[in-house]
């Protein structure tokens, strides 16, 4: 039973590792309040992949290949567009965007 168990382990993570699609959990917060909570799985190909929105601003991720992604917001009062871009490969792992002004803070993270 134990080696049933193990090799459906080693099967599960092996098809996890060559599948390359990243399962992301993204949640944006404005100020102190949760304004956007998703989950996506983001393919080795996937670009500019919708988040969601809030206010005048638009958040999309994008795979950069080798587990990088790219998280990108896009202020279309302003307009202005910025971005944060990191590798995730543990659980631990995150990117995170953070824009701030006199009147808010807005954070985008997306974890594994």
Not at 47 to 70: N, Q, R, V
Request: glycine residues 4%; hydrophobic residues 40%.
């Amino acid at each position: 039973m134990r080696t049933l168990f193990t090799l459906a382990t080693i099967l599960a993570t092996f098809e996890l590792w060559a599948s390359g699609d990243l399962k992301l959990k993204c949640i944006a917060n404005h100020n102190l309040d949760k304004v956007l909570e998703t989950n996506i799985t983001l393919k080795p190909t996937d670009k500019d992949k919708t988040l969601g929105e809030y206010e005048e601003f638009k958040f999309i991720i994008s795979s950069k290949g080798d587990e990088t992604i790219e998280i990108q917001s896009l202020n279309i009062v302003e307009p202005s567009r910025s971005y944060a871009t990191g590798k995730l490969t543990h659980p631990e792992d995150f990117v995170e965007l953070s824009i701030w002004n006199r009147e808010y803070i807005l954070d985008v993270r997306c974890t594994l």
